[in-house]
């Protein structure tokens, strides 16, 4: 009776031992690699749905002639309706919506009790915007919106378009060293009163109160060196989509990474991985897009688009 192994038996076991472990290996890596690319799927989609959902909230309360794309390597704005060409920032003034949701204006004029000659409009249900700094607090404003003189007036004309021309964004809204032409700095009364303290060509029956700018972009479009930028928790890269907030053009200000403007305001990051992020106006509406690239080790990368309409 044999006791032992050939040696051509042995090595036999050997090579099939190490076929089935290559195989076994293939297999395995193949399930993680599908695996590591299903669950980016599901991030970079559920990502893009929340940057898409949060920027349409903020477009909402729009001024809405007021939005423009802007190129910091050139200084050229364009109204979002005119833009030929892709334009790497976006950016739009906000409205005062939590002063409006807590009533403290109504956005509507009485023309017949308002007087043209003194500038004093009168506005029905208003009580007088934040006046005090405990009303402040609770609209969520850490500063003296008043006293630092950080609201304006903007009329809403035919389409709520503006009572000036949507073609002339920069001396419109002072975007980027405008005039500020249709921006009226005012002082609201407890009794409805507002006074303004410029003279408008007209007086029109609804307004916006805007109490901020805001600017999307990638890093890579902006100043990455500003002390904004440096002082986020995270460390951003040429992808990272950011939203810069509570700054106010017609101070002569821009956000806080522009590298031709004023410097001023606040950042926080959006997402990132994006590889795109674009906006156009469709029939008076808002269409957003944005585009997420994420490299898979071992597998082509994942690539996930989706659009948003805000009206």
Request: charged share 25%; proline share 4%; with cysteine.
């Amino acid at each position: 009776m044999r006791r032992a192994f050939t040696l051509i038996e042995i090595i036999m076991v050997i090579v099939i031992t190490g076929i089935l472990a290559i195989g076994t290996f293939k297999a395995l890596n193949a399930l993680f690699i599908r695996s590591v690319k299903a669950r980016a799927v599901t991030e970079l989609s559920l990502n893009t749905q929340a940057v898409l959902d949060q920027l349409s909230m903020l477009l909402y309360n729009r001024i809405p002639a007021s939005v423009i794309g802007y190129d910091p390597s050139d200084g050229s704005v364009q109204p979002l309706g005119s833009i030929l060409s892709a334009k790497p920032v976006l950016e739009w003034l906000g409205t005062a919506e939590e002063a409006l949701t807590f009533r403290k204006y109504s956005g509507f004029i009485d023309m017949n009790r308002s007087s043209y000659a003194t500038r004093t409009l009168f506005s029905p249900d208003s009580d007088g915007f934040a006046l005090n700094r405990s009303e402040q607090l609770k609209f969520g404003h850490s500063e003296d919106i008043y006293g630092k003189d950080l609201i304006r007036l903007v009329f809403a004309g035919t389409f709520d378009e503006g009572d000036v021309a949507a073609g002339d964004p920069v001396n419109a809204f002072a975007w980027h060293g405008g005039r500020a032409d249709g921006i009226f700095a005012i002082r609201m009364r407890q009794n409805g009163e507002i006074v303004l303290s410029g003279s408008p060509a007209y007086i029109y029956e609804k307004y916006y109160l805007a109490d901020s700018a805001y600017a999307v972009a990638r890093a890579k479009e902006i100043d990455k060196n500003a002390a904004c930028i440096k002082n986020l928790p995270t460390k951003v890269a040429d992808e990272t989509l950011l939203l810069f907030y509570d700054y106010r053009p017609w101070k002569g200000e821009s956000f806080c990474a522009d590298p031709k403007g004023a410097q001023a305001g606040k950042v926080t990051v959006l997402a990132e991985d994006v590889s795109g992020f674009r906006a156009e106006t469709v029939n008076r509406t808002i269409r957003l897009g944005i585009d997420m690239l994420r490299a898979v080790r071992g597998a082509s990368p994942v690539h996930i688009s989706k659009q948003k309409v805000v009206f």
